[in-house]
C-alpha cells in the first residue's frame, strides 16, 4: 500500500508557489497531471464511444484498453467497495468511463449555488476520506464522464434563458444565476481528460445573467487558458494543512490551492473560498486559525476585495466509516466522534452523521470569530 505522504504528495508538483503566471505548455501532459491520471482501461457506453467526445477522449489515451458497457452505472469489479486504498487509487488513476448523461434536470439549491447544473461527470481521481461522491456508485470510484456535452450546454442555456434577470441579490451571488457544475465530481481533474469542462466556462462566459461555481482542490493550471470573463467562480477548498494531510488524499496541497487564487484571479474566474469541511478536533480552532492568518498574509489585496466564503461543517457516514476503518483508521480518529456527532437515516437507507446541533453551532460561531479576527476580508457567503 502507498504511504499516505507519497500519495498526498501525488500532486505536489501540479503547480509552484506564486512566483509567476502558471501558464506554460499545456499542463495536462506534464508529469505531474500523469501521476493523478493515467488512463489504462476505458469502460464505454457504445454511444459515448462514438460521440465526437467520446472520439476525442479515445484519441487522447490510445494506449488504453476499451471495453464495451451497457451502462456506465453497473461496470462489474469497478464500483464497490471491495479492496484495500491501493486498488482505489490505481482504479482512479487508470480508468475512464465514458457514459451519457440520459437525466437532464437542473435542480434548485439556494444554498451554495441557485441550482445544481446536470453534472458532465461524477466520480473523482482523488480520495478524500470524508467524501460523499462514491457513496451511490462505491468507493473506487473513478471519472464518469458525460460525453453528451452539447446536450448537457443546451440544457443549460435554456434554463439559463428562462429564469431572465435575477430579481434581487441573495447569499449566493449579487447579481446572476449561480449554477454548480461540480456537485459530484472535481472540474479541475475532468479538464485533465476532456473539454467539458472547458466548454461549461466558456458556455457560461456568454450569458450575461449566470455564473458557473465549481469547488476544486487541485491545482490545474490549464484552466488559466481560458477565459471565463468572470462568469465562472472557482472555489477553492482549503483547511490547516494538518487535516489535509490526513483527509485529503491524492489532492493538491493547501497552500498550492491558496497560492493559485491571484492566478486564477487574473484569469478572469472569481475566486471564492470553501472553508471545508471543518472537522472538530483537539486544537482545530488554533490551527484554523493560523490557516487564516496564512492567507490574510499570503492573498493579495485583489483576491481579498472580491472573495467570499462557505463554511461547511463536517458530515459523515457510518459505511464510510466503517470502509476507513479498514485502509486509514487514523482519519477515523478525527472524523467519527460519537461524542459530538448525531445520526440521522438518509433517503437511501444509509446513517450520516454531523455534529449535534448544540456542538454544531458553537462551532460556526467559532469560525465565524476566527475568521472575523484573522481574515475580516473574508466575507462568509453561508455556514451550516
Ligand atoms: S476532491 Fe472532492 S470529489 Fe474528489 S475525492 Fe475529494 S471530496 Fe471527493
Not at 183 to 196: F, I, P, T
Not at 285 to 291: A, F, I, K, R, S
Request: hydrophobic share 40%.
Amino acid at each position: 500500500m502507498f504511504g499516505l505522504e507519497e500519495l498526498s504528495a501525488g500532486t505536489s508538483s501540479a503547480a509552484p508557489a506564486r512566483s509567476g503566471p502558471l501558464v506554460g505548455p499545456s499542463f495536462r501532459d506534464s508529469p505531474a497531471a500523469r501521476r493523478m491520471l493515467s488512463v489504462r482501461e476505458i469502460h464505454a457506453e457504445p454511444a459515448a464511444a462514438a460521440s465526437p467526445r467520446g472520439q476525442e477522449i479515445l484519441a487522447r489515451f490510445p494506449g488504453a484498453r476499451v471495453i464495451d458497457v451497457d451502462s456506465h452505472w453497473r461496470v462489474p469489479d469497478l464500483h464497490g467497495n471491495e479492496g484495500n486504498l491501493e486498488r482505489w487509487v490505481r482504479v482512479k488513476s487508470e480508468v475512464l468511463v465514458l457514459g451519457e448523461k440520459k437525466a437532464l434536470t437542473t435542480r434548485p439549491n439556494g444554498r451554495s449555488a441557485d441550482w445544481i447544473a446536470p453534472g458532465a461527470a461524477n466520480g473523482c481521481a482523488m480520495a478524500c476520506a470524508y467524501c460523499y461522491v462514491p457513496r451511490r456508485k462505491g468507493y473506487a470510484n473513478p471519472i464518469t464522464v458525460f460525453t453528451n456535452i452539447e446536450q448537457i450546454i443546451a440544457h443549460l442555456g435554456r434554463h439559463v434563458a428562462r429564469q431572465g434577470h435575477k430579481p434581487e441579490p441573495n447569499q449566493c451571488d449579487e447579481t446572476a444565476w449561480v449554477y454548480d457544475i461540480g456537485e459530484n465530481n472535481d472540474c479541475s481533474v475532468d479538464a485533465l481528460v476532456c473539454e467539458n469542462t472547458a466548454d461549461l466556462v466558456r458556455a457560461f462566459s456568454r450569458w450575461p445573467t449566470a455564473k458557473a461555481s465549481f469547488a476544486t482542490k487541485f491545482v490545474n493550471p490549464d484552466l488559466l487558458l481560458l477565459d471565463p470573463r468572470g462568469r465562472t467562480r472557482v472555489r477553492f477548498s482549503v483547511m490547516p494543512p494538518q487535516d489535509s494531510r490526513l483527509l485529503d488524499i491524492r489532492t493538491s496541497p493547501v497552500e498550492q490551492r491558496i497560492a493559485a487564487a491571484a492566478d486564477f484571479l487574473e484569469a478572469g474566474y472569481e475566486v471564492h473560498f470553501n472553508l471545508s469541511p471543518v472537522v472538530v478536533r483537539p486544537g482545530w480552532e488554533e490551527d484554523w486559525g493560523q490557516l487564516l492568518r496564512h492567507m490574510d498574509d499570503v492573498l493579495p489585496t485583489a483576491v481579498k476585495e472580491q472573495a467570499a466564503a462557505e463554511v461547511i461543517m463536517l458530515t459523515h457516514n457510518k459505511d464510510l466509516h466503517e470502509l476507513n476503518l479498514a485502509w486509514h483508521p487514523r482519519a477515523e480518529e478525527v472524523l467519527w466522534r460519537p461524542d459530538l456527532q448525531q445520526a440521522k437515516r438518509s433517503e437511501n437507507g444509509s446513517l450520516n452523521v454531523r455534529y449535534r446541533n448544540l456542538d454544531k453551532a458553537a462551532a460556526v460561531d467559532s469560525v465565524r470569530r476566527l475568521v472575523a479576527s484573522n481574515a475580516p476580508w473574508l466575507r462568509i457567503r453561508y455556514a451550516f
